[in-house]
């Protein structure tokens, strides 16, 4: 099934039902929002449809989409969905190198953007070389530019959804880079439609769920659910610097009942709400994805949301969802082992996904009988299969190697995702993360893992963050002081015999002794938690 049929289908279902409420304009605090009904939703994306293709996009074209989350986003996504165009959606924030990058590698056929976008494309003309057609979301136009806004002003017009194979390529997302260089991730439509069933089913969502989400894709999910979404008022490539007080009076004006998001968005919100002494009252999944989730997080809004549940799925560009936990069962049966530095609980895998737990290596595994299978309790690299997993990354095939493992099954070829992160299986058959494998630090009689050794140490009240890093083949401690704290020769004296003390206790921490200090630790541009520790460790590597 074209995904694009799933908003044919509710249009027809609830024609006058909001698919989405947009925060337009403030005053004096108070919000007015636009609406689109999922009835105008689908006629202005096969209106979409039939302009882009009267103007050159065709089936199977590669569409580079720079569009800011809005009334008509979209309409701009479904309406290429329903062409059978591919568009292609690159995180802005990953740095304009790689960014330009990824724009070459990708040699898109065609560019909707946003008219900054143009600019860009005018001083870096070769990284834009293969761009025939191009459609620009302001007014002005310029050679054979286009207007979108002139386009939708237009006399309605109708175009029927391309069939397309369950297996064709619906769309190429990127990495942000976060922990390497940003790789196209080849999205089918069996992929869409097996992630809305998943989350569907997941979090018992139905059509009278109201949808905020943090992250811009997830608008998609929850129309293609038939739930209205409502962007909130905030930029999405700066999670972190999201404002809570507009954030929550989005949720109260909305009514809210599924939001989602990096934790970095959750926190500030949890934050606000304790200090003013705000409950929510109407969400009932507080969804939080992106890194590992705190259990003070998930301790702050059992305060906050008078009727919700918070939840931490977990995940990958290339496989999500994998598996997923509550806020209550962390507090209640995992969070005292994280805090002994056994890692973060993610919880069992969802139905439909399997995960194996098999013995690290750097090295191509081309079968998965040549992989060594791990038990319970042993930590490895984590593996995952199922419909939701992406089978190759793009004109990357060196990248692909690396990260898939093949297994022959009587009726097909199943393939494995080498997710890049190291974990283990409890005796409930939970998934625990222990961190990234590019961030392991190895030593000769054992190894180390990033989450397992910070949690150590971030139990200090002077500490907001550390990081595990390898400092001249030693393991050593990045921190991040609260407060970006100054401490004195005397402070920092007492601070770090206190911190080998609290390592001591602890047989896989005993062996960091040494430890450096940075205001402000680098983060991924996604979500913007993620710690960069291979950064950190380039910064100190000379000390």
């Known amino acids: 099934m074209n ?4 908003l044919t289908y509710w249009a027809q279902e609830n024609p006058d039902k909001n698919a989405l409420v947009v925060p337009s304009k403030t005053s004096f605090g108070k919000y007015t929002y636009k609406t689109q009904s999922f009835l105008e939703l689908d006629t202005i994306s096969g209106h979409l449809a039939y302009h882009f293709h009267n103007n050159g996009i065709k089936k199977g074209m590669k569409v580079l989409l720079f569009v800011r989350p809005s009334l008509n986003f979209p309409a701009v996504v479904f309406s290429l969905f329903k062409l059978g165009a591919i568009p292609i959606m690159i995180d802005p924030g990953m740095g304009k190198k790689n960014l330009l990058t990824a724009v070459e590698e990708v040699s898109p056929e065609a560019l909707i953007a946003e008219p900054e976008v143009f600019l860009l494309k005018k001083f870096y003309p070769t990284a834009f070389k293969s761009i025939e057609y191009s459609f620009t979301t302001g007014s002005f136009t310029f050679s054979k530019t286009l207007s979108l806004k002139k386009i939708i002003a237009l006399t309605p017009m109708t175009f029927i959804t391309e069939k397309v194979g369950i297996d064709q390529t619906a769309a190429i997302l990127f990495t942000s880079g976060g922990t390497g260089t940003p790789k196209g991730v080849i999205y089918t439509h069996r992929i869409f439609n097996e992630q809305t069933k998943l989350l569907q089913d997941l979090f018992q969502l139905t059509p009278d769920d109201i949808d905020i989400p943090g992250f811009p894709l997830f608008s998609l999910f929850a ?5 209205t979404s409502c962007p909130p008022d905030m930029n999405p490539s700066r999670p972190s610097k999201a404002n809570p007080k507009k954030l929550i009076k989005n949720i109260n004006d909305n009514q809210g009942t599924f939001v989602a998001g990096s934790p970095a968005i959750w926190e500030r919100v949890a934050d606000y709400a304790i200090k003013k002494g705000l ?5 009932k999944y507080l969804v939080m994805f992106g890194a590992p989730v705190s259990g003070e997080l998930h301790e702050k809004f059992k305060k906050v949301l008078k009727n919700g549940e918070t939840y931490t799925p977990y995940g990958a560009t290339e496989s999500l969802p994998v598996s997923c936990i509550s806020g209550s069962e962390v507090l209640k049966e995992t969070i005292f082992d994280t805090r002994r530095g056994k890692g973060t609980c993610v919880g069992a895998p969802v ?20 992989a060594e299978i791990l038990t319970s309790g042993e930590v490895g690299e984590i593996l995952v299969s199922g419909d939701v997993v992406t089978k190759k990354y793009f004109e990357r095939p060196e990248a692909t190697a690396l990260a898939k493992i093949y297994e022959s099954t009587a009726d097909r070829q199943k393939i494995w995702h080498r997710i890049g992160d190291l974990g283990y ?10 961190g990234r494998k590019g961030h392991r630090v190895n030593l000769p009689n054992t190894t180390l893992y990033s989450v397992c050794c910070e949690a150590i140490f971030n139990i200090h009240p002077l500490v907001n963050k550390t990081a595990l890093i390898s400092n001249k083949g030693n393991p050593a401690l990045v921190i991040e002081l609260k407060g970006k704290k100054k401490l004195s020769h005397a402070e920092k004296k007492k601070f ?9 206790k602890e047989t896989h921490t005993h062996e960091i002794k040494k430890f450096f200090y940075h205001n402000q630790f680098p983060v991924d541009v996604r979500h913007n938690i993620k710690i960069d520790r291979i950064k950190l460790s380039k910064n100190f590597a000379e000390e």
Not at 3 to 6: D, F, H, L, M, S
Not at 352 to 359: A, G, L, Q, R, Y
Not at 429 to 434: D, M
């Open 3 to 6: 995904i694009a049929e799933k």
């Open 223 to 227: 129309i293609a659910m038939g739930m």
């Open 279 to 283: 409950v929510i009252e109407s969400v």
């Open 351 to 370: 139905p439909s996904v399997s995960v194996k737990i098999i013995k690290v290596t750097d090295e191509v595994i081309v079968d998965l009988r040549d």
């Open 425 to 434: 299986f409890d005796s409930k058959g939970r998934l625990w993360f222990c």
């Open 496 to 504: 770090e015999k206190e911190l080998l003390e609290l390592g001591s």
